[in-house]
């Protein structure tokens, strides 16, 4: 799960990280209005935290962009602003949660977890495709009832196809999905070559029929065979 923190109080946006960072979220951050509208335009996150009052200009009008390119699902707005003015014009444009400075981390970490629940197939914490069988919050895979051992990123990559299953994945947009935006500092793609492959390796070994095939060129889809 990819998640855009916009906040301008570096102190508060540090600790914001590291919680999230814990639960196993990629986190990226927008210190100021105009990081924060370059990066919400060229990158797709699962969940937005938007502070409300930003350098160079407001969050609001970030919502509004949103909301104006289909984007303003799963924003969460958090902001010293507590009036009920605020609040509702945060609502009306598309946020679906607003929190109140100060706050509790974990009272703000519940608050992400309980929109992603709405960014999941049905709502539900789990995944399941043919004999795969996929527990977002445990982080575990089970494949035909055995527990198939993952690292970070190899889950988050089988997240992404699970979600996709039958589509064709470019390099780009996985690369972005999983890594965030440091993939702007690489020059190739080898990295998500070799943990494709280490994954292919482990479900296979497995003696999973679900598989992911290479499209020469392009990147990658996921089949039920």
């Known amino acids: 799960m990819k998640i855009l923190l916009i906040e301008d109080e570096l102190a508060l946006q540090s600790t914001i990280k ?6 196993h979220y990629l986190v990226e951050t927008a210190s100021d209005f105009n990081a924060a509208m370059e990066k919400l335009f060229i990158y797709d996150y699962d969940c937005i935290l938007l502070d409300i009052m930003l350098p160079g200009g407001s969050g609001l009008h970030l919502l509004e962009e949103l909301k104006a390119h289909g984007k303003s699902g799963n924003v969460i707005i958090i902001s010293a602003k507590d009036s009920l003015d605020d609040k509702l014009e945060g609502l009306a444009l598309g946020a679906d949660d607003y929190v109140t400075k100060p706050f509790h ?10 929109v992603l629940r709405r960014n ?4 539900k914490n789990e995944i399941v495709a043919g004999e795969l069988y996929m527990d977002l919050d445990q982080r575990i895979l089970l494949v035909s009832g055995q527990t198939v051992a993952l690292n970070r ?3 988050d990559i089988l997240r992404y196809f699970l979600l996709n299953k039958n589509r064709l994945i470019t390099r780009t947009a996985l690369a972005e999905h999983v890594w965030g935006d440091n993939i702007d500092q690489s020059d190739n793609f080898d990295f998500i070559y070799y ?5 292919r390796k482990k479900l296979q070994e497995a003696g999973a029929v679900t598989e992911i095939k290479a499209v020469y060129g392009i990147g990658y889809k996921l089949v039920e065979l």
């Not at 590291?18 to 639960?23: A, D, K, T, V």
């Not at 999941?120 to 709502?123: A, C, K, T």
């Not at 943990?195 to 994954?199: A, H, P, S, T, V």
């Open 105 to 114: 981390i974990a009272e703000l970490n519940a608050r992400v977890k309980a």
């Open 120 to 123: 999941r197939p049905e709502g």
């Open 18 to 23: 590291e919680s999230l960072e814990m639960e």
């Open 195 to 199: 943990q494709i492959k280490n994954l």
């Open 153 to 155: 990123k190899e889950f």
